[in-house]
Structures are given as C-alpha cells and as structure tokens.
C-alpha cells in the first residue's frame, strides 16, 4: 500500500531558516560588472537579501532570488506578503543598519525565530547567525529598530 505524504510547510521553512546558521552558501554571487566578474555581495558583507530570498524562493514563497533588499522587498509585495505589527516565528523583518567603517545606512533583512529573536547574515562573520530581533538595546532603546515585519498566510497552515 503507498504511503501518502504531505510535506509541512511551516516546519520545514522554520527548519530551514535555523540550519542556516553557520552556513557559507549564501556567501558569494558573481556577476560580470562592466565586463568583469565580480562578487556582489563583496564576500558576505551584503548576503543578506540573498539568504532570505533563497528560502523564501525554496518555499515558493516568493518569485525570485535576490541581491538586493530593495529587490527582495518588492518581489514579497507582489507576492502576497503582508506587513504586520509585532513579529512572529517565520515572519521577515527588515531593519536599517549603519555601518561601523563607513557610517553609510542600509537596510538588512532576515527572519524572526520567537523568543525574540532573529537570524540574518552577518557582514563580521559572513554567514547566517543567531541575535536578539532588535540586536539588544543601549540605554534602554533597540540597537536596531525593525523598520517592517512581513508575513505570508500560507504559513498559516
């Protein structure tokens, strides 16, 4: 007799996402640059539009990979991401960062895992890490203040 299997999304998205940590695959993408090949996302210092498209695009829950969060951010848009209030385990939240060298703000994306907290890449250590969701607080205000948390109803089960 066949057995039936149904693969369960959420789990395995949120299964994922947590073995992610520590991994180099989202390290480097090259692309030619006025004819030459170059890593765009400069060893790891902007993987972070990649690891969290490549999961979401595994789960089809979004178009496309992405280099970019601008990119990533408009492909959830279109589809079906929603915005909401507070995070939840699964959810992608974006925060703007300022770098430490260059002083130059950016956004930087990842995903909420409950318990506040949150794993995105990291520019220091090149690869998906575990941080509290808003990278602790200094005079009692967030290091990093999430600036959009997005969730999709089909994780909704």
């Known amino acids: 007799m066949a057995q039936t299997v149904e693969i369960q999304l959420f789990p395995s998205y949120i299964a994922t996402i947590k073995n992610s940590i520590g991994s180099n695959m989202f390290r480097n993408l090259y692309a030619k ?9 400069r060893d790891g210092d902007r993987s972070c539009a990649l690891f969290v498209s490549a999961i979401l695009h595994q789960f089809k829950l979004l178009q496309e990979p992405h280099s970019t969060v601008a990119g990533l951010v408009r492909d959830m848009e279109r589809s079906g991401w929603e915005k909401i209030k507070s995070p939840k385990e699964g ?5 703007v960062e300022e770098e430490q060298a260059s002083g130059e703000r950016h956004p930087h994306a990842g995903f909420s895992v409950g318990g506040e907290e949150a794993i995105s890449n990291s520019w220091q250590q090149k690869q998906p890490v575990v941080h509290h969701e808003t990278y602790g607080e200094e005079n009692g205000e967030p290091v990093r203040k999430i600036e959009t948390i997005y969730w999709h109803p089909k994780l909704n089960g």
């Open 33 to 41: 640059v006025d004819g030459v090949e170059t890593d765009i996302l």
């Open 91 to 95: 959810a992608v939240l974006v925060w």
